[in-house]
Nanobody, 125 residues
Framework: HVQLVESGGGSVQAGGSLRLSCEAS????????MAWIRQAPGKAREVVAH????????GYLDSVKGRFTISRDNANKMLYLTMNSLEPEDTATYYC???????????????????WGQGTQVTVS
């Protein structure tokens, strides 16, 4: 069965950096789009970054452009989110998510994703 396991969260000061990792298993990883999605306390979930099946296409939430980088390693079934210049507004639980298909026509819509990890907490103070 599909499993997504995140790691790398933690507490950092504003301006700091973190790298989140997501290990995927139970499906042919290279044939699905992936995304990082976050949910801050009292707020709706939002797609922070997404990446296509061969890493040729990426997209970012406006507020993280230039600070976050999404990447994937298809050989090792890993997804990463490198976060620099972190701000208190980035505080949230971050989820790794898998798309419903390999085409991913609407990668910023939550409904595009049907498998999620358990989440990893990022706290910026």
């Amino acid at each position: 069965h599909v499993q997504l396991v995140e790691s790398g969260g933690g507490s950092v000061q504003a301006g700091g950096s973190l790298r989140l990792s997501c290990e995927a298993s139970g499906y042919l990883y290279s044939t699905f789009c992936m995304a990082w999605i976050r949910q801050a306390p009292g707020k709706a979930r939002e797609v922070v970054a997404h990446i296509s099946i061969v890493s040729s296409g990426t997209g970012y939430l406006d507020s993280v452009k230039g600070r976050f980088t999404i990447s994937r390693d298809n050989a090792n079934k890993m997804l990463y989110l490198t976060m620099n210049s972190l701000e208190p507004e980035d505080t949230a639980t971050y989820y790794c998510a898998r798309s419903r298909s390999g085409s991913c026509p609407n990668p910023f819509l939550l409904s595009e994703y049907n498998y999620w990890g358990q989440g990893t907490q990022v706290t910026v103070s």
